[in-house]
């Protein structure tokens, strides 16, 4: 299950791994993403606050993910990975193969850091 939050005035969303990840998580995170890039065109950024990660529920999660990630990745500008998990901090070394967006991980103690890199955009080192 993912806990997903937009934070529209800010161009944002935050999600949250809580449990396995579900093929169902992908549909509600499009569900309340497509509207806002429709009006948009873009989101500025997404932070995912995962302290641990909980992996997927099956392979038909998995592949959900993937998909997520391919249909959005040139719609979200900045990435932040907010964890102390292995597994999700070596994410941005894959994304550079994979994704538009410029992805950064932060420690899961520098969560504020992370938030502020992407509401200052490109702009802060």
């Known amino acids: 299950m993912i806990n997903a939050k937009l934070l529209r005035e800010e ?5 949250s791994p809580e449990d396995k990840l579900e093929s169902t998580d992908f549909e509600r995170l499009r569900l309340l993403v497509d ?3 429709e009006a948009h ?3 500025k950024g997404l932070l995912i606050d995962a302290e641990t990660f909980p992996g997927w529920e099956d392979f038909a999660s998995l592949l959900e993910q993937l998909r997520f990630v391919r249909d959005y990745q040139q719609r979200i500008q900045q990435v932040a990975a907010v964890t ?5 901090a070596i ?6 193969y994979f994704a538009a967006a410029e992805v950064r991980h932060f420690n899961y103690q520098d969560r504020d850091q992370a938030l502020c890199w992407l509401r200052m955009g490109k702009n802060l080192p």
């Open 41 to 43: 065109g873009e989101l």
């Open 35 to 37: 509207p806002y890039i």
């Open 11 to 15: 161009s944002l969303l935050v999600v």
């Open 91 to 96: 994410l941005p070394k894959v994304a550079d």
């Open 84 to 88: 102390d998990n292995g597994f999700l």
